[in-house]
């Protein structure tokens, strides 16, 4: 495995055949590019299976030359194709027509306006005087003074304009010689310059830009930045459109001082339930950290140095319909060297965006971008009414150890399967059961004394026994069984015991007594008809005895389980609102809200108390979700030392919004002697064209601003702008975009 991930030939091979196909494309293509949309398309007409009909106020028939001449509200139609004007002459034999005065052509969704027109109908050619063509779909318009129609979706025009932005004074446009337009193609211009309203902006010899309305392959935006770290770099997705159910995209990312990082991503979707996204990303890095005062400005202070210049990140999820009402799922997350993430954290195939595209679409995330120790998974599952069955391997890569090149102890998962019953009724009798039992296989890449390869079958069935004290308390008691069984074959306990199996039988023992409190109170006001209340006391008892476990190995928690003998009481308090109202088609819909959580719990360990140990009470916990409307929003967890007098730990959350779209998000989070830090990001909209942000995360405890990041975005009909800005302790970069609606987006 190490082989593969490492190996340099591989790396140097893909990088090459993507490269090449990359700026093979990229040389047939061009530069600008537009994201498609879906759109339909239908049979195409028959041109002489066409019936044409003219209606005008005076109408005149040449039959020597079988020419119709129609003058005032002329109006000619023939299958989606509908020509207007003052003057039209229509050859009946060659359908071929000349119109002026105030001419509008209309085919499809499309529309032509100009002074006069000369145009086969049939053949959707012909030439246009003074024109504008409106192409709906794209909300695109070219202007020209002399515009010939090459087909019927092919234009050209010697001078002209093209803009997404409507009236005789649009907010932007490109002027430009030699314009070719073909729609669900491309179009192309020389000598263009870019207006902004009646100020010319910008000049570029050539330009090109798709003119699509339905998905195909094609470039899309492109992402331009400054980075102190990376330098200018500009990033350039290339869409495929593969089949109906499947597309990728490649990425070419030029950086000025790093090189240039080739990305790819297949999707893909088999039915209804199996699909799949695949990433891809490697770079050949101008740059390495080896330490030194000449590459200090490439490193990080959290990670060892990194001599690689060879730099990938290979993620995918999958899931799939196994039948049966089985279902798998599969995530491969290997990152080639700990600084990759933290380095790549923007972008479109950076971490964020990589993160936000799985939790999306897969409801499954990453780990966190700073962790060295990547999750592999493979997942199989199916649940039924009572019963459920899982089975997991889990592969977690070690960066650290692979890049090192030391040992590597980390347990892996090779395969878990689990077989669990819920709780349900023993046949006729009052008596409840649930069971738990999970067989797993452990491997570790190298081994020690104490940390060794194994199996562990576990098997925990519970009785449970719900009883109604009077009309107000449950009362449940409940009693398990463990029984345990371990196979090693490397394992020597500390009584130099070296058997294969080791066996482990445990009980426990506990009960939860409960009521529920609930009171309705009837506002009858514009927050709410009714809001509901129940409060729920409940006191748990639990009691696991202590038994050695010293001669047993030890994989994870369930082989040390811990005596126990606590009591815990907790208090919670649901608030749930009702509310009722007219829908737009007259029927009354009532709407309910759960507006509060709150809960409060502390436990009294008995056998701290026995022990004679001076704090047998716990922290007070307190956890509280609020949400009494769409605009305000907490979530709260809190723990308090009733010795110390002093929070543990505390984690805030606060969202508050408006009707306009503002919103300030503040994220506050506490851990005694530990950590603090505090993280807040505004969004405001100043109107409802011009739009900020701004988001600050810092460190507290030390007094240290992790990262900032501001912008603001303005945005018009047909065009749009946007500028970001990032600071962070190992990076400051800078992207301007601007979006003309209709061409494309790019920027510095």
């Known amino acids: 495995m190490r082989n593969f991930f490492t190996g340099k030939n591989m790396f140097c091979l893909l990088k090459q055949k993507l490269l090449s196909f990359f700026v ?160 669900e193609g491309y179009g192309t211009a020389r000598d263009t310059i870019l207006w902004a309203k009646n100020i010319p902006a910008l000049y570029s010899p050539f330009l090109w830009f798709p003119v699509q309305t339905k998905r195909q392959t094609g470039f899309l935006i492109p992402r331009v930045t400054s980075s102190d770290r990376k330098g200018f770099g500009y990033e350039q997705p290339l869409f495929l459109a593969v089949s109906r159910n499947m597309d990728a995209t490649i990425y070419a990312d030029y950086m000025t001082d790093r090189g240039t990082k080739i990305g790819s991503e297949f999707r893909y979707i088999l039915d209804n339930k199996t699909k799949g996204s695949i990433f891809l990303d490697f770079l050949e890095d101008d740059k390495i950290d080896d330490a030194t005062d000449k590459t200090k400005n490439y490193s990080f202070s959290t990670t060892p140095q990194r001599t690689n210049s060879d730099r990938f990140w290979f993620r995918m999820k999958h899931d799939q319909d196994l039948g049966y009402g089985f279902t798998g799922k599969l995530d491969i997350d290997v990152v080639g060297d700990e600084d990759y993430l933290q380095e790549f954290k923007d972008g479109f195939t950076g971490y964020y965006e990589t993160k936000e595209y799985f939790e999306k679409e897969f409801g499954r995330s990453l780990d966190e971008y700073d962790n060295n120790i990547r999750k592999n998974q493979l997942n199989i599952n199916k649940s039924w009414s009572t019963y459920s069955f899982i089975f997991d391997a889990v592969w977690y890569d070690n960066i650290y150890a692979r890049r090192q090149n030391i040992d590597d102890t980390i347990l892996q998962t090779l395969p878990s399967i689990q077989f669990d019953a819920f709780m349900q009724q023993i046949g006729p009798s009052k008596f409840f059961y649930s069971l738990g039992s999970e067989y797993t296989s452990f491997y570790r890449q190298d081994t020690s004394t104490s940390l060794v390869n194994g ?142 959580y709150i809960k409060l719990f502390q436990s009294y360990d008995i056998k701290k108390e026995r022990d004679k140990e001076t704090r047998p009470f716990s922290e007070i916990g307190l956890e509280t979700e609020l949400a009494p409307n769409d605009f305000i929003s907490l979530d709260m967890d809190v723990f308090w030392s009733p010795y110390d007098s002093h929070f543990k730990t505390l984690n805030i959350g606060n969202t508050l919004k408006d009707k306009r779209g503002d919103s300030l998000r503040t994220e506050y989070r506490y851990t005694s002697s530990t950590s603090e830090s505090l993280y807040s990001k505004i969004d405001i909209n100043l109107t409802n064209e011009l739009s900020a942000f701004y988001s600050i995360e810092k460190n507290i405890e030390v007094k240290k601003t992790i990262e900032t990041r501001a912008g603001i975005g303005f945005k018009k009909p047909c065009w749009a702008l946007n500028l970001y800005f990032l600071k962070s302790s190992d990076e400051q970069s800078i992207t301007f975009l601007i979006k003309l609606n209709g061409i494309g987006e790019f920027g510095i």
Request: net charge neutral.
């Open 24 to 183: 093979f494309s990229v040389f047939f293509l061009s530069f600008i590019s537009l994201n498609g949309v879906a759109a339909a398309s239908g049979l195409p007409e028959n041109p002489e299976q066409i019936a044409w009909h003219i209606s005008a106020r005076a109408v005149t028939f040449d039959n020597k030359k079988n020419l119709y001449i129609a003058e005032e509200d002329v109006v000619i139609t023939g299958g989606k194709t509908r020509l207007e004007a003052e003057y039209i002459e229509f050859s009946n034999k060659t359908k071929d027509a000349f119109a002026r005065g105030n001419v509008l052509l209309i085919s499809g969704e499309d529309f032509i306006s100009c002074n006069a027109m000369n145009i086969n109908l049939a053949t959707q050619t012909g030439t246009i005087t003074k024109g504008t063509i409106f192409i709906q779909k794209n909300n695109f318009y070219i202007n020209g003074e002399n515009i010939k129609k090459l087909g019927k979706f092919s234009y050209s025009a010697d001078k002209g304009s093209i803009t997404s932005c409507s009236g005789e004074s649009p907010d932007w446009k490109i002027s430009a010689r030699d314009i070719k337009v073909t729609i």
């Open 455 to 596: 199996q562990r079958l576990d098997i925990y069935p519970k009785v449970f026994l719900p009883i109604k004290l009077g009309k107000f308390f449950n009362f449940e008691p409940y009693a398990g069984v463990r029984q345990t069984i371990w196979h090693t074959t490397e394992f020597t306990d500390i009584n130099s015991n070296s058997d294969d199996f080791r066996t482990r039988q445990m009980y426990d023992i506990g009960a939860q007594l409960s009521t529920k409190l609930i009171k309705i109170f009837d506002l009858n006001n514009n927050f709410a008809d009714k809001i509901k209340q129940e409060i729920i006391p409940e006191l748990e008892y639990a009691f696991i005895p202590g038994i050695i476990q010293d001669d047993l190995p030890y994989f994870d928690d369930l082989d040390k389980i811990e005596e126990k003998n606590t009591l815990t009481w907790s208090l919670t308090s649901n608030f749930t609102s009702k509310k009722s109202r007219i829908s737009p088609k007259g029927k009354e819909i009532t709407d309910y809200r759960d507006i509060a």
